[in-house]
């Protein structure tokens, strides 16, 4: 969980995370986040300790060959071998991960690189006069290790940023001037390098554009919830009616159906700072016209805006007519609990500029980013495109760190809040409080809901409903709430709005809200 607090710091800052964990078990158990990391092209640099230097490959405690573990989940693999390249080696491991596409970078500390001169020799049997080969051997290889050591600090490395050439910038803006039905989609990756700054240059840059745009992931909330260019459903039906979109750091992979989405009659527009996110499915079911490997906020800063008023009056009408038809279903009362979209419709009321959501689940999340309109930059957190469970807590002792001021809600599925439940005790401790809302349906509902249907069996996808997660997140010190079948759309405001009290006088909340079966997401497996 350290890890998805120091990933989500780096995103919320601006600046590199650093998480620091043991040797052994205690890199290996980083392998899953490290990796979603890397997906979310989130600038980490992993610290590890290791065996001693001395030591390596004669069976010291946790002796492993760890970087050979995780140079396909890192930008690189840096070991440390001599006490005096520690610095320097800091330095680059932090500048790599920041700089080009961003990404986790390991350095590995050997642990006689990181103790006293004495205490390493006394560790290692040296000797104050060594006798014979192998005294000698290790008296030699000790001074080796702390020769040279300088204690004057070094200067950190530029972050190398990405810009477009010229070519690329006249011929984006000869695109844009022609189109008459232009459509950007923006992907997580434009919102680096992360920090408000950033953030709110980008919203600035989009807005000066004037086409309408679609947001995905981490970059939703970005314009607010009403601004006039900011659309959410029927992303489908615009991409194929749409004659140039631009992906500002999105990419062709599952999330648009492998490039499928997009109208082979349109133009296209790709600009992602990493080449392989750039090309990837590129010729199979969609083509760029344009393809700029390079930062989506160096390249928009170039262009001018444009107008296309009849497509934007085009787009909002169908926009509000599935916004009504979408949320006419929280008047629906469901057997057994609480109408998912009521509970979103009303959550969705109460939230402020200082409201920051982080979707940590699977069917329920699912729901929520459909209905939640998060008010501002870098107010929607989510695991990205490895859709790690678990990353709850961690992102929310993350945020609450680098924005005290900020009211964050967790949205966890049932079967999700089990990974990270217990990060309400650090949450306590270190006055981090947070609201986190437990959909409660009883099941993996997203897998369940096609498993049953197609196999007829609900296998390995039952939880148990009367599981009382909130009175858990009480022994860990929160204040407990809940809600269930037969709660009104007034007991659900109170409920949420006495969340929030609670939030605001420093305690953390756990909302156990007990679910009822719905058929909103039908069919939404994704592959």
Same mark, same amino acid.
């Given at each position: ?176 001037? +022609? ?83 997009? +109208? ?192 007829? +069996?609900?296998?390995?996808?039952? #939880? ?36 929030? #009290? ?15 079966? +719905? ?9």
């Amino acid at each position: 969980k350290q890890w998805y607090q120091r990933r989500v710091r780096g995103r919320m800052s601006g600046l590199p995370g650093v998480c620091v964990v043991t040797a052994g078990p205690g890199l290996t158990n980083t392998v899953t986040a490290v990796k979603n990391a890397q997906m979310a092209e989130s600038a980490v640099v992993l610290i590890g300790g290791a065996a001693p230097t001395l030591l390596k490959g004669r069976g010291a405690l946790q002796d492993v060959d760890q970087t050979s573990v995780f140079r396909s989940l890192c930008k690189d693999t840096i070991r440390v071998t001599r006490v005096r390249d520690i610095q320097s080696k800091v330095t680059e491991a932090l500048w790599l991960a920041a700089s080009g596409t961003p990404g986790p970078v390991l350095l590995e500390l050997p642990v006689d690189v990181l103790y006293p001169y004495q205490t390493v020799k006394e560790m290692t049997g040296g000797k104050a006069k060594p006798r014979g080969f192998a005294q000698r051997y290790i008296s030699f290889a000790i001074d080796a290790l702390f020769a040279g050591v300088k204690e004057a600090p070094e200067d950190p490395l530029p972050v190398r940023s990405m810009t477009p050439t010229g070519f690329s910038t006249k011929k984006m803006r000869k695109m844009l001037g +022609s189109a008459k039905r232009p459509v950007m989609v923006v992907g997580s990756q434009a919102m680096l390098p992360g920090g408000k700054r950033a953030a709110e240059g980008l919203a600035t840059l989009v807005r000066k554009l004037g086409i309408p745009v679609f947001l995905g992931g981490m970059s939703r909330g970005l314009l607010g919830a009403d601004d006039p260019l900011f659309f959410r459903q029927a992303r489908k039906v615009a991409l194929k009616e749409a004659d140039l979109v631009v992906l500002a750091g999105s990419v062709c992979d599952f999330r648009l159906d492998y490039g499928r989405s997009i +109208s082979k009659k349109a133009k296209v527009v790709a600009i992602n700072r990493s080449l392989v996110q750039l090309k990837l499915n590129q010729g199979l079911f969609w083509k760029a016209d344009l393809a700029v490997n390079s930062d989506v906020i160096e390249t928009l800063r170039l262009q001018p805006g444009i107008t296309c008023p009849d497509w934007l009056e085009r787009l909002r009408d169908r926009e509000m007519n599935e916004e009504e038809k979408m949320l006419s279903g929280s008047s629906k009362e469901l057997e057994g609990g609480v109408n998912p979209v009521l509970l979103f419709k009303v959550l969705d009321s109460l939230l402020t500029e200082k409201s920051v959501l982080i979707g940590d689940g699977g069917d329920f999340v699912g729901t929520a980013s459909r209905i939640l309109r998060p008010r501002g930059p870098l107010s929607w957190l989510d695991p990205g495109a490895y859709g790690t469970l678990g990353v709850g807590g961690g992102f929310a002792l993350g945020v609450k760190s680098v924005k005290p001021s900020s009211e964050v809600w967790v949205l966890w599925g049932d079967g999700s809040c089990t990974y990270s439940l217990a990060e309400v005790e650090p949450s306590v401790r270190h006055e981090l409080p947070f609201i986190a809302i437990i959909g409660n349906d009883g099941s993996w509902g997203q897998i369940e809901r096609d498993q049953s249907s197609m196999l007829g +069996s609900d296998t390995g996808c039952q #939880l148990n409903k009367d599981t009382p997660y909130h009175h858990i997140g009480q022994g860990y010190g929160a204040v407990a709430l809940s809600l269930g079948e037969g709660a009104t759309e007034q007991d659900i405001r109170d409920t949420l709005i006495l969340a929030q #009290l609670e939030h605001g006088r420093g305690n953390t909340v756990v909302v156990n809200v007990t679910l009822g079966r +719905s058929k909103f997401r039908a069919g939404s497996i994704s592959l």
